[in-house]
């Protein structure tokens, strides 16, 4: 391995260290639940997304050191492959990011058991990313199906997260708040960790916010249908009537500040992408690299990123600015919007590094890595991509064209070829995406 290999890999292992469930939860549930605030009575676990099964067990591992006479149980969902280890929590796996009925299943046991709360019961919900697909529990009147469609819809049209999960919390019974409504109704106190995977770190918006109060309208939700021009060729019938429907005033809102006033609810973010990008620049700090960091909010086509960030490379190198290494570090989430007839092959990370390879062919000294913190970048198992100087006479050896697989949207089939995917099979924790640029 190349010391710019290593060092790589190992600043995106200490981005995503720094979000590890098992540091950061038993931290946080000692600072929420200090000296005479522990839970009495009933303590009922929910969660969902990628990091909830971790993050359980390591409320599991704090409650029997530190509330031995707590009755502790729930119900969490996460995504396929991301299972950990309870005694009292039941752990779910199902689909993400197109949704699939172990998952509604799951979110249907998880809105029954909210229920049952009852005043002076505590309430824990453990969010993260990828809970929006994993607790699909339709509104009356629509289907499985119906929100299977309308994802798929979203997800190929390029819209970016945050605007998908205003989409799906006005189609779902938990999300956009109407999870704590219920707890709030039964007189319960609700504490929610949330490991945030979306820009700017709204509660409301991780995971579409199941315990957080929401900005977003139904008319919001009908606006970006639209503006992706997602009509009834794409979209159910169910949902466009039900969107309708919530605009004419004739079903109820997400929940709004307003429904919180007395309320016990709060939302505690315990790990952001920024903390991420802060942990690598530290790294890269001691191995004699100058960090830059872009920022945590950097979004858009993945492509085009990919090509702005290559021309901001070549920005520093002709300013003479690169006396000691350059280390350009970055977060945000893109998008990659699929011309019909074309499935592609990857993900949003390493079709972004495609392009920054393309963009940057005359850069001889760059290298670059870019990765999902989750561990799966899009449709394969491959968390992302890196390349180092010494790639590109691998490419040129091999007669591969870069053009070629960026135009079929084959990224993965280009860094497989080329031995440079980023593999760590998933993490178990979720704070967005990670790149790094390695200028000499």
Known sequence: MSKQENILKSAFAAAVAVADPQKIVPEHLAKIFRAGHEPVGKCLVVGAGKASASMANALEGYAK????????????????GHHSPTSHIQ????????????????AKMIFERIHELEPGDVLIALISGGGSSLLTLPQANISIEDMRQTTEALLRSGAPIEEMNVVRKHLSAILGGNLAR?????????????????????PADIASGPCAADYSTYQDAVDILSKYRL??????AAVLNHLNQGVAGNIPETLKESDLVQAQVNNHVIATAYKSLEAA???VRSQGYDPIILGDTITGEAQAVG????ALSLEYEQRGQIGKPLALISGGECTVTLPLGIDGHGGRCSEYLLALFLATENMVHLSALAADTDGIDGSEKNAGAWFTPQSR????????????????HDCYGFFAQLGGLVETGPTLTNVNDFRIILLK
């Open 307 to 310: 090509v702005e960030q290559a």
């Open 281 to 283: 620049a530290e790294y």
């Open 231 to 236: 009509g009834q060729e794409s979209i159910p």
């Open 393 to 408: 006479q691998i490419v040129n050896a091999m007669g591969l064209s870069p053009t070629n697989f960026l135009a079929a």
């Open 182 to 202: 219920v707890a709030i109704a039964c007189g319960a106190r609700v504490e929610a960790l949330l490991i945030s995977d979306v820009t700017g770190d709204l």
């Open 91 to 106: 752990i779910i796996e199902a689909g993400h990011p197109v949704p699939d009925q172990a998952g509604m299943n799951g």
């Open 65 to 80: 050191v530190h509330w031995p006479h707590v009755k502790l149980d729930g119900v969490v969902l996460t995504r396929y």
